[in-house]
């Protein structure tokens, strides 16, 4: 059978929604420590019968913008989804995909993708969640465009990161770059994939907040800032607030996944 088209095929330009917002790193399936983040920042979360999060929303209208890689590797995948999904449905929130997102859904498909990378984690645990849930969450997952433009072109938001050249666009190019990065063909002394260190040469006037490498400390390069500070592998779960700049951690709870050159903050 012939699987529609992801929506991600297209980014989303809301450059009429003007903030203020917090943006959210790689949370992973750490459900627990993405409800500690969100407490921290201000959130009320409302919930249901089972005491499980399934909205939070910020009294100052606040909105929190998640740069992808929900799921995968941690503990509780279904519990992040949920409360995203939740918030999304609320307009308490916006998410763009991540490489990660991108392979659940695929999977969830039915397609031949390698189950390896935490996807096996992700699966496992969702066979466990009733079955109208599991199609929620795959429509939510196929809805994730590949980024966001923000506040009148001032924020973008993308998994991997993007180039000025790139903000905007709905090529086969930008979508790769979005959710991959751009590889160089070379890897690491642990086998990891070295990327183009696109912030270095980043010189646009526009905000970019990103994730998906790792970081061990949040560090502007550029007017670019990578919010992955690893919270699965014993890191924290890091959130910027725009416009004012600012940022706020939270520890990891514990190592939810073991990772050679990644150490533990927490």
């Known amino acids: 059978m012939t699987q529609p088209r992801p929506l991600d095929a ?3 330009d809301r450059r009429d929604l003007t903030g203020p917002f917090d943006v959210v790193g790689d949370v992973h399936g750490c459900r627990s420590e993405l409800e500690t ?3 921290e920042l201000g959130y009320l979360f409302d919930r249901d019968e089972h005491g499980r999060a399934i909205r939070a929303a910020h009294p100052a209208g606040r909105t929190a913008v998640f740069v992808g890689d929900l799921v995968d590797r941690g503990p509780d995948t279904p519990g992040v989804l949920r409360l995203v999904m939740g918030m999304a449905a609320a307009r308490t929130a916006l998410c763009v995909t991540g490489n990660h997102d991108n392979k659940l859904m695929r999977a969830l498909d ?3 993708v390698r189950i390896a990378h935490g996807l096996e984690t992700s ?3 969702l066979s466990r969640v009733d079955t109208e849930f599991r199609t929620a969450a795959h429509g939510f997952l196929r809805s994730l465009p590949s980024h966001y433009l923000l506040d009148r072109g001032r924020l973008v938001v993308a998994h991997a990161g993007l180039p000025e050249s790139l903000h905007g666009s709905s090529s086969s190019r930008a979508r790769s770059f979005a959710m991959y990065g751009s590889p160089t063909g070379e890897y ?3 086998g990891f994939p070295i990327r183009y260190d696109w912030a270095r040469d980043y010189r646009g006037a526009a905000t970019v907040a990103y994730g ?3 970081v061990t400390e949040l ?3 550029n007017n670019t800032l990578c919010l992955d500070t690893g919270v699965v592998f014993g890191g924290s779960l890091s959130a910027l607030r725009y416009p004012e700049r600012t940022t706020h951690s939270v520890p990891a709870e514990q190592i939810w996944t073991a990772r050679a050159g990644i150490t533990p903050t927490g």
Do not use: F, I, K, S
Request: hydrophobic fraction near 35%; charged fraction near 25%; avoid cysteine.
């Open 212 to 214: 998906h490498t790792p």
């Open 219 to 221: 560090r502007w390069v």
């Open 123 to 125: 699966l496992a645990q």
């Open 37 to 39: 983040l969100l407490g």
């Open 10 to 12: 297209m980014p989303r």
């Open 110 to 112: 039915g397609r031949n």
């Open 188 to 190: 690491d002394e642990h």
